[in-house]
């Protein structure tokens, strides 16, 4: 089975430049989230797709946004990039079957802002 | 602001020793847990999930929940090398909206 996969891997944008980050989740997997991790502020979600629709999101400005596909294939997209957005950008695909629990993540998209 | 604390370490134990992973959180609602693991340079990894108090074994990983006291715990029995990592522990709000902790980096030594 093939793992979680995020393209790229890696980014440099200027600041003011957008962004478009993809990710594609394991077969199966309906539900698509995305966190940003930094050294300062650890692990934080952002948003979570399930059959393209946004389930949830968290406290992030509005420049940050996302959209799934029918094929659960997941874009997110950073505006008016600030020197703060220079992250670690994860996605992970989930299972949720009863109590049963699946997640895996990608191995991310370093995004640098200069 | 839902919090999720814990102690960032680094915890050391001998190699074969329990080690003992602790995490507190703020909201008296929350329902499930996670706890996961992180090798420097990796992707987080999901190790335990739990949502009833109580114990969950699974291998040699045990999470602990005590929802009253508002914590929750893993334990790492016969600790090994490779089980030197950054572990996070996170609250589930619903739809994988996540709370992290800051994570405790856990050495353990040959």
């Known amino acids: 089975k093939a793992g979680v996969t995020q393209t790229p891997r890696y980014l440099i944008k200027t600041r003011g430049q957008q962004v478009t980050l993809s990710c594609s989740p394991i077969?199966?997997?309906?539900?698509v989230s995305w966190y940003q991790q930094t050294p300062g502020q650890g692990l934080q979600f952002l948003f979570e797709?399930?059959?393209?629709?946004?389930?949830n999101k968290g406290n992030f400005p509005g420049r940050f946004s996302g959209r799934q596909f029918s094929n659960s294939r997941s874009e997110m997209n950073v505006s008016t990039l600030e020197l703060g957005d220079s992250a670690l950008y994860l996605c992970?695909?989930?299972?949720?079957?009863?109590?049963?629990?699946?997640?895996?993540f990608g191995p991310g998209t370093r995004l640098t802002v200069t | 602001q839902k919090e999720v604390e814990q102690n960032s370490g680094p915890l050391s134990v001998p190699e074969g020793a329990i080690a003992s992973l602790n995490c507190t959180y703020s909201?008296?609602?929350?329902?499930?847990f996670f706890w996961y693991r992180q090798y420097s340079g990796k992707s987080p990894e999901l190790i335990m999930f739990?949502?009833?108090?109580g114990d969950k074994e699974d291998g040699r990983f045990t999470a602990q929940l005590n929802k009253a006291s508002q914590y929750v715990s893993l334990l790492i029995r016969d600790s090994q090398p490779s089980d030197s990592a950054t572990y996070l522990c996170?609250?589930?709000?619903?739809?994988?909206?996540?709370?992290f902790g800051i994570g405790t980096k856990l050495q353990v030594i040959p």
């Open positions: 992970a695909s989930s299972l949720v079957q009863g109590m049963n629990y699946e997640q895996y």
């Open positions: 077969s199966g997997h309906r539900s």
């Open positions: 797709y399930f059959s393209e629709t946004q389930r």
């Open positions: 909201d008296r609602g929350s329902q499930s």
């Open positions: 739990i949502y009833s108090n």
């Open positions: 996170a609250v589930n709000e619903g739809y994988q909206k996540v709370t």
